[in-house]
């Protein structure tokens, strides 16, 4: 009678992670997460993943790793991006708006609150060394969250070897040699193709054994892997051009408001400039655009010093 019991529940707990998310409920969880994404974006992703895949189980761990490498791939804030596309796939285009706001919203209003703190107490000693204190922690958040997420993605059994190798010369290429970030991002995704078309076969009968083809059933995500492509995440070409025309209209009216107010050579002009091509041209995620970010603002506009950009 114990395990009947037992069978039923596991039922109802499968059925329930069917269930369609209620907008309130998404609402909730990206506010939420605004508040709690320390770390960057690798802090970021790590909470995403704990959240989205394994407790909440709104998204599978293969759609959201492959999201994910899309995101690592594009210009701009893979983050917030990741966050948006979710948001996006699970309630349309108000899903996406709310994700991206509430992602930077909430660290907005922090960010503002501590650069006040550090222009006004900053020379304070206790308040220097509470925020000096800040960055071992920080780094601590980072380290555990490339473990989780390189947990994840490395566990590959026909392939942990590759995958292991391609870190770690990725690692070295950054560290030892300065490789420019988008050439690390771009190599592996050409050697990935090479092993997939030399070794289909085996892919796909070791993604049949992942998936469950042998072994126990694992509990359903609302976007599982075999998950229909919904309606509005279907490509149309009107569509897009929509979206573009939207997107750029949303980005040429400020940017019109600040050429008049304050000219071309204006600080805030250059400053909205300057990020619109941060945002378009360096891809490879946060991590690739901060160098492009110090050198712009400590060293072409001379914005901040160099001991003020790093303590931000």
């Known amino acids: 009678m114990e395990t009947i019991n037992t069978s039923n529940k596991s039922e109802e707990i499968f059925s329930n992670q069917r269930k369609p998310i209620k907008f309130l409920d998404a609402l909730k969880f990206w506010f939420k997460l605004g508040w709690i994404s320390f770390g960057g974006p690798a802090g970021q992703i790590a909470i995403m993943h704990k959240e989205l895949v394994d407790d909440k189980r709104w998204i599978s761990e293969k759609r959201f790793l492959h999201a994910l490498n899309y995101c690592m791939v594009l210009p701009g804030p893979e983050a917030q991006q990741l966050a948006i596309y979710i948001g996006w796939l699970l309630h349309k285009t108000w899903g996406g708006i709310v994700a991206g706001v509430l992602f930077v919203l909430p660290s907005l209003f922090i960010l503002i609150g501590l650069s006040y703190v550090y222009v006004v107490f900053g020379n304070v000693p206790w308040v220097a060394a509470l925020l000096y204190g800040i960055k071992p922690a920080v780094a601590a958040i980072v380290l555990q969250a490339v473990h989780r997420i390189g947990s994840k993605t490395l566990k590959t059994p026909s392939k942990a070897p590759i995958l292991w190798l391609v870190a770690v010369l990725s690692f070295l290429g950054l560290y030892f040699f300065s490789v420019p970030f988008p050439l690390i991002v771009l190599w592996p995704p050409l050697l990935g193709c090479w092993c997939e078309i030399c070794t289909y076969s085996s892919c796909v009968a070791v993604?049949?054994?992942?998936?469950?083809?042998?072994?126990?059933?694992?509990?359903?995500?609302?976007?599982?892997?075999?998950?229909?492509?919904?309606?509005?995440?279907?490509?149309?070409?009107?569509?897009?051009?929509?979206?573009?025309?939207?997107?750029?209209?949303?980005?040429?009216?400020?940017?019109?408001?600040?050429?008049?107010?304050?000219?071309?050579?204006?600080?805030?002009?250059?400053?909205?400039?300057?990020?619109?091509?941060?945002?378009?041209?360096?891809?490879?995620?946060a991590y690739a655009v901060l160098p492009y970010v110090y050198d712009g603002g400590v060293n072409q506009f001379a914005w901040l010093s160099g001991a003020q950009m790093m303590d931000g």
């Open 207 to 285: 993604g049949m054994v992942l998936r469950g083809g042998i072994g126990g059933a694992n509990v359903s995500a609302v976007i599982d892997d075999d998950t229909p492509t919904p309606e509005h995440a279907r490509f149309k070409k009107s569509r897009l051009v929509k979206v573009v025309a939207i997107c750029f209209a949303l980005w040429l009216l400020p940017m019109g408001i600040l050429m008049a107010y304050q000219g071309w050579h204006g600080t805030l002009t250059q400053m909205s400039w300057f990020f619109t091509k941060a945002a378009l041209l360096t891809f490879g995620g």
